[in-house]
């Protein structure tokens, strides 16, 4: 199979591309698929098929982005399409309680350790704004201390030194966050214990929220025992603990991070494989916080498409595929991945390091570990966007920012591990 890319000019991304930035701002639906950081334009996709990327070029890659993290089983997966199919057939969306998400909050209820009720939502971003407005009903404070690098969606107060997108930007606050939304948001740099802290002692605040493996800065996993101080932390100054597990949530393990480390928060946000591909997302946790939520409580939150049939059927359909073995598979296959890339780089002398963890993988452009926000930006952002343009040459697609990870899937196979290394191989080498 020739995955090498032509280099015609007039593509049909080309095309496309033209015609959306007429239409749509900077000719996408969400920034980082312009691929500015890496200094080329976007590619349309026109299918996927298991880890492959098929373009409307009809070029093929590996994809290692895995829509930004849901699609743990790979793209099409059968069993997946069955139930969304089955799921359509019966009517897309009623506006009124449905068998589907009765069944995922039972599976959501039983793997994930905080989660004694559970509140669905549409995105990850409705999901986090929900969940901090509830802490700050529960708690009758204003203030939320967030990490440096970690995103939490689009919400106004948590736009404020975010990863992701952001990061890639170069945005330190978005222009239309109010003073007052943004006063309401302490952040802290990760992995600081006596910034932490400071902060619980001085700000008073309803909630410390963090993703408890930061992967919006790339991957930067949390020191020995810090999760458990944020733990302690916490509860000592009186606030809520909030973990986001949008990314991590049913991909680290079958209970995320929170089952993995044995850190059990007060409310959890989740997302991405929740849904299976299709817009679903939650936030969860205790019996005595949630049921503030209307209509059980006064804390208002709602959605026209909360709970869609569509979407919980698919998560309930990828859910099922997460079995022990499954989540085996993925470590291997992220542990390989990343020991190859690391060796690739060192073999090509080139300074980069990987951070790895079960289905998350980042390779960082730096001679240094990376522990937080701080060293991540001083990573070499231009020899990454060298690496991804080489790799995407390759039919190797990446995620086209230093500050995101890699997202392993069940339909990642050792052909396209070695594929990839190889390519890693190549690429480094003509780097130097
Ligand atoms: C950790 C985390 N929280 C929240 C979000 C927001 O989710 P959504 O894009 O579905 O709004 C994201 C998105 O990437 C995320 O990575």
């Not at 390759?394 to 339909?411: D, H, I, K, N, T």
Request: proline share 6%; charged share 20%.
């Amino acid at each position: 199979m020739c995955r090498r890319m032509a280099t015609s000019a007039t593509t049909r991304s080309a095309e496309l591309y033209a015609r959306a930035l007429e239409l749509l701002p900077g000719g996408v639906n969400s920034p980082v698929r312009a691929m500015r950081a890496i200094g080329r334009d976007p590619i349309f996709i026109a299918r996927g098929e298991g880890a492959d990327l098929v373009d409307v070029d009809g070029r093929r890659y590996v994809d290692w982005v895995m829509s930004w993290g849901p699609l743990v089983a790979g793209h099409a997966r059968p069993e997946v399409v069955a139930a969304v199919s089955a799921a359509a057939a019966a009517g897309t969306s009623f506006g009124a309680p449905t068998r589907a998400e009765v069944e995922l909050a039972e599976q959501v209820v039983e793997r994930i350790p905080a989660a004694e009720m559970v509140r669905m939502t549409s995105s990850g971003t409705e999901a986090s704004m929900s969940a901090i407005r509830l802490a700050r009903a529960a708690t009758g404070r204003d203030a939320i201390v967030k990490f440096a690098g970690a995103y939490h969606g689009h919400v106004d107060g948590l736009l404020a030194d975010a990863g992701s997108g952001l990061a890639t930007a170069g945005i330190p606050a978005s222009p239309g966050v109010t003073a007052a939304q943004a006063a309401d948001t302490i952040v802290v740099p990760w992995n600081d214990r006596a910034a932490v802290e400071r902060v619980l002692a001085e700000g008073e605040p309803a909630a410390l929220l963090c993703e408890p493996y930061p992967a919006n800065m790339g991957l930067v996993l949390p020191e020995e025992g810090f999760l458990a101080f944020l733990r302690e932390a916490a509860s000592a100054a009186g606030a809520l603990l909030v973990f986001d597990e949008v990314i991590t949530g049913f991909r680290v393990s079958r209970g995320g991070a929170e089952e993995r480390e044995g850190v059990i928060p007060d409310l959890v946000i989740l997302g991405k494989v929740l849904g299976g591909g299709l817009p679903a997302a939650a936030y969860a946790g205790r019996r005595d916080l949630m049921e503030l939520v209307a209509p059980a409580g006064g804390v208002y939150q709602a959605g026209t498409l909360s709970g869609n049939p569509l979407a919980t059927s698919a998560g309930v359909a990828t859910l099922r595929l997460l079995d022990r073995s499954a989540y085996e598979r993925l470590d291997g296959l992220s542990r390989s991945l990343a020991e190859g890339l690391e060796a690739a780089a060192r073999e090509a002398g080139v300074p980069a390091r990987a951070a790895s963890t079960t289905g998350l993988v980042t390779l960082f452009f730096s001679d240094r570990p990376v522990r937080s926000y701080a060293d991540a930006r001083a990573c070499d952002l231009d020899a990454h966007a060298a690496f991804c343009r080489g790799m995407l040459e390759r039919g190797v697609y990446l995620p086209p920012s230093q500050f995101e990870a890699w997202f392993p899937s069940l339909a990642h196979s050792p052909a396209h591990l070695e594929l990839t290394v190889d390519s890693a191989r190549d690429v480094l080498g003509e780097m130097q």
